[in-house]
Every structure is written in C-alpha cells, then in structure tokens.
C-alpha cells in the first residue's frame, strides 16, 4: 500500500481493500458478501440507471488517541435511508443489516482509518439502487444495497477556515414537495450546473433559496445552513431540505452549552442580522460562512474573515465527541470492534 498523506486528504474517492454488497429478491436481502472489486454487473435497463431510483448516505468514523474506532451515529444515518428509500419505492435495508454491512467494512478497511491528530475520518457510503429491469416508469423489485469506504480530509478545501457562497434565483435543487428532503442521487444532478456557476465565480458553493417564493433559506450545496445571533443558533425548517444529523446534534450541542435554537423558516434578508452563520454536515463537519452574494442585486452579507466564537465552540465540541476527546454525553458514537 502506497504511504497516504493523511494530513494532506482531500474529500476525494480512495481505493481500499474491500466493499459489501447485499441483494434484495423475492422480498428478502441476502446475506452480505465482501468484494475487493470497484466495480459491479448491472442490467442494461436497471431503474437506477433510468429512472434515479438511487439512495445514498453519508457517515464517518474516526480513531480516537485510545485507538479505537468511533462511528458517529449510524442509526440517524439508518433510518435516513430507509426513509429516503420508501420516498422512491425502494426496498430499505433494514437496521440490522446497515450496521453489519457499515461495521464489518470498516474492519476490513482498518489501516485506511485515519490517524488520531490528522483531520481526516473514514467517510463511509452506503448505497441502495433499483437493479431490476424497467423500460415503462415503475418501480423495481431487486434492489442492490452496497457499502464503500474512503479515506477523506475536509470537504470544502479551507477546512474550518470561513468560505463564501453565493444565492441565485435561476436554479433550483428541490420542490417544495419533491424528493428533497430524501437523500437521492436527483437532487445532486439537479444541484450541478448552479454548483459548477458558483465555482466559476469564486465561490465555494449556492446557497439556495426555497424554490416557491425564493425568499427563505433552504441548505448550502451538501450541507444544511445555520446562523447565530443573541446568543440563538438558528436553522431553517423546510420540507425540501435534506434532515441534516449534524445540524440535529448541533441543535442539541448549542442547547447543552446554554444557547437558545429556533428552527424555523429563515427569510433570506435576516442574513443581515446574524452574527455568524455556518455549513453543517457530515463532509462538512461546520464550514463557516464569511460572505454570501445575491447575485440578483449583487448585495453580499458579511460574517467577517474568521470564525465565530459559537461556531468555533460548536466544531470544537462537536470533533472532541466525534475523535472520543470529549465525554460523549449523548451516546453518538459507537466503537467498531
Ligand atoms: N444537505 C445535503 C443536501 C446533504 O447532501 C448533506 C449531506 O449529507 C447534508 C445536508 C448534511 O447532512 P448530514 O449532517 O446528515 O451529513
Ligand atoms: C455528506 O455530508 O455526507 C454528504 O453526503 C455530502 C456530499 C458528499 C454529497
């Protein structure tokens, strides 16, 4: 095995040793099996391939200075997906089955864990997808269900150093009523080209707006939005958001350290307002915000060039529970053994 980097991980795909696959037919999921190849056979007329029936997740696990091995909060994860799962028609995998499929890859793929005091994590990628063959729109009975590792340093390439986004009100990601709030393949396509505007200007990512009325904030990219003001952490409520874990634990984070939450529609003019506001996810981890830019009047909101305090205390807190530094109040981690 080449010698990784650690420190100097992008949030990119790796090689490793071994991938789980299960597979859905006649109402049932086989058992798991292990494969050391990056690729699979699939049906030319896989729904997956024609009609998006595709489901992802995203979790991490880290090395603590004891050694061990801690993954955040599998079951949100879990359950996300089998949510998002029965929003497309597809076969979910069941709890039990997720967690043996996460684990047992991750043992597997023990020395590409990163190390305690690098940054990085095991960012882990299980995947639901329709196999079966369609050529009219319906949904598939055979479903494959796949988990892959890869090691990965910080999503946005600043890392917890404050990035700009951008609005526009010429692209949307979801629909009110869509397939937002579900974590599917769609959603990503549709967020491409504003994605691929954004960087072309400079920016790291859009922030986009509810897709109704283009007055309320919905998320940044791949991650959920949060702002802070009065001592208040404040993220928005809407149904065509992705239900981020990390907001969720941030929430509970901000409460445990005496700050007030709202989650709540958040009009895009209240940017003004906040004292700090952040990205938040998985990948993510917290992203601060130092700039947003309304590219339809050119106004920009200003969070200043480094990171708030309450951000900074909520990043520190979170990583201390996530890397096992920090006594892990609210059972979010389980160790892999
Ligand atoms: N929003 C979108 C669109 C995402 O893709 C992600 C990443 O999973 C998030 C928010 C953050 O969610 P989580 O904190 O569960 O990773
Ligand atoms: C995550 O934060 O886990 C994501 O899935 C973000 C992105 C890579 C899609």
Same mark, same amino acid.
């Given at each position: 095995?080449?010698?990784?980097?650690?420190?100097?991980?992008?949030?990119?795909? !790796?090689?490793?040793?071994? $991938?789980?696959? %299960?597979?859905?037919? $006649?109402?049932?999921?086989?058992?798991?099996?292990?494969?050391?190849?990056?690729?699979?056979?699939?049906?030319?007329? +896989?729904?997956?391939?024609?009609?998006?029936?595709?489901? @992802?997740?995203?979790?991490?696990?880290?090395?603590?200075?004891?050694?061990? &091995?801690?993954?955040?909060?599998?079951?949100?994860?879990?359950?996300?997906?089998?949510?998002?799962? %029965?929003?497309?028609? #597809?076969? =979910?995998?069941?709890?039990?089955?997720?967690?043996? #499929?996460?684990?047992?890859?991750?043992?597997?793929?023990?020395?590409?864990?990163?190390?305690?005091?690098?940054?990085?994590?095991? !960012?882990?990628?299980?995947?639901?997808?329709?196999?079966? +063959?369609?050529?009219?729109?319906?949904?598939? /009975?055979?479903?494959?269900?796949?988990?892959?590792? *890869?090691?990965?340093?910080?999503?946005?390439?600043?890392?917890?150093?404050?990035?700009? @986004?951008?609005?526009?009100?010429?692209?949307?990601?979801?629909?009110?009523?869509?397939?937002?709030?579900?974590?599917?393949?769609?959603?990503?396509?549709?967020?491409?080209?504003?994605?691929?505007? =954004?960087?072309?200007?400079? @920016?790291?990512?859009?922030?986009?707006?509810? =897709?109704?009325?283009?007055? !309320?904030?919905?998320?940044?990219?791949?991650?959920?939005?949060?702002?802070?003001?009065?001592?208040?952490?404040?993220?928005?409520? *809407?149904?065509?958001?992705?239900?981020?874990?990390? $907001?969720?634990?941030?929430?509970?984070?901000?409460? !445990?350290?005496?700050?007030?939450?709202?989650?709540?529609?958040?009009?895009?003019?209240?940017?003004?307002?906040?004292?700090?506001?952040?990205?938040?996810?998985?990948? +993510?981890?917290?992203?601060?915000?130092?700039?947003?830019? /309304?590219?339809?009047?050119?106004? &920009?909101?200003?969070?200043? /060039?480094?990171?708030?305090?309450?951000?900074?205390?909520?990043?520190?807190?979170?990583? /201390?529970?996530?890397?096992?530094?920090?006594?892990?109040?609210?059972?979010?981690?389980?160790?892999?053994?």
């Amino acid at each position: 095995m080449e010698t990784i980097n650690w420190k100097e991980l992008p949030f990119a795909y !790796y090689k490793t040793d071994c $991938n789980s696959r %299960s597979y859905w037919k $006649n109402g049932a999921w086989s058992e798991p099996e292990f494969s050391d190849s990056e690729y699979m056979p699939i049906h030319i007329a +896989a729904t997956s391939l024609h009609y998006g029936q595709e489901v @992802f997740e995203g979790l991490k696990a880290f090395i603590g200075k004891d050694g061990k &091995i801690r993954v955040f909060r599998w079951e949100e994860n879990a359950k996300r997906m089998q949510d998002s799962c %029965s929003g497309i028609m #597809m076969a =979910a995998p069941t709890t039990e089955l997720f967690k043996e #499929m996460v684990f047992e890859t991750i043992l597997r793929n023990k020395k590409f864990v990163p190390p305690y005091g690098t940054g990085a994590s095991l !960012y882990i990628r299980p995947l639901t997808i329709g196999t079966g +063959a369609r050529v009219g729109v319906r949904p598939s /009975d055979e479903f494959m269900f796949l988990v892959f590792v *890869s090691p990965v340093g910080p999503y946005f390439k600043e890392g917890f150093s404050p990035v700009s @986004f951008m609005v526009t009100r010429d692209y949307d990601r979801a629909a009110p009523k869509g397939t937002g709030r579900y974590k599917v393949g769609g959603n990503y396509a549709a967020s491409l080209s504003s994605m691929h505007l =954004a960087h072309e200007k400079g @920016f790291a990512n859009v922030l986009y707006l509810d =897709a109704k009325e283009k007055k !309320y904030i919905d998320e940044c990219g791949p991650a959920n939005f949060f702002g802070i003001k009065n001592n208040t952490y404040i993220t928005p409520k *809407s149904e065509s958001i992705l239900p981020s874990i990390t $907001n969720k634990s941030l929430v509970q984070l901000a409460e !445990y350290l005496g700050m007030k939450t709202e989650i709540r529609p958040v009009l895009l003019e209240e940017l003004d307002t906040f004292e700090e506001a952040g990205a938040c996810g998985t990948a +993510a981890v917290i992203s601060p915000i130092k700039r947003i830019f /309304d590219d339809s009047n050119g106004k &920009i909101y200003n969070f200043g /060039d480094t990171a708030g305090p309450l951000s900074t205390k909520l990043y520190n807190m979170l990583r /201390d529970i996530q890397n096992g530094d920090a006594e892990d109040v609210f059972g979010w981690n389980t160790i892999v053994e």
